[in-house]
């Protein structure tokens, strides 16, 4: 069974840095993206981050790029965010998203089909 599975988050202080964790299981191949969701006071959820597995490019939404990374482990199980200079505004329940897709490179606006239950960030002092 396809399933993703989020943890890392916790509380930093503002200007800290965290890496969150998306540990992916049942997937057969590597045409999935896997993205970094966050969801909004409003309760909208906003992409932050993809990387296609099997080709490794990554693309970072440009309201983070300056500060946000996305990777993946060799075994390509694991996607990592790596979160630096953390603001308040960050703070939010993060969301880990797989879809299969035959294309290279990923987008965070797709329909994302596989989800974790979330891991909280809190960014205060």
């Known amino acids: 069974q396809l399933g993703v599975v989020e943890s890392g988050g916790g509380l930093v202080q503002p200007g800290g840095s965290l890496r969150l964790s998306c540990a992916a299981s049942g997937f057969t191949s590597d045409d999935y993206a896997v993205a970094w969701f966050r969801q909004a006071p409003s309760g909208r959820y906003n992409g932050v981050a993809c990387?296609?597995?099997?080709?490794?490019?990554?693309t970072i939404a440009d309201s983070v790029k300056d500060r946000f990374s996305i990777s993946q482990d060799d075994a390509k199980k694991t996607v990592f965010l790596e979160m630096n200079n953390l603001k308040p505004e960050d703070a939010a329940m993060y969301y880990c998203g797989a879809t299969y897709t035959r294309q290279r490179v990923c987008n965070v606006n797709w329909d994302y089909d596989i989800w974790g239950q979330g891991t909280r960030v809190a960014v205060s002092s």
């Open positions: 990387v296609k597995l099997s080709t490794g490019i990554p």
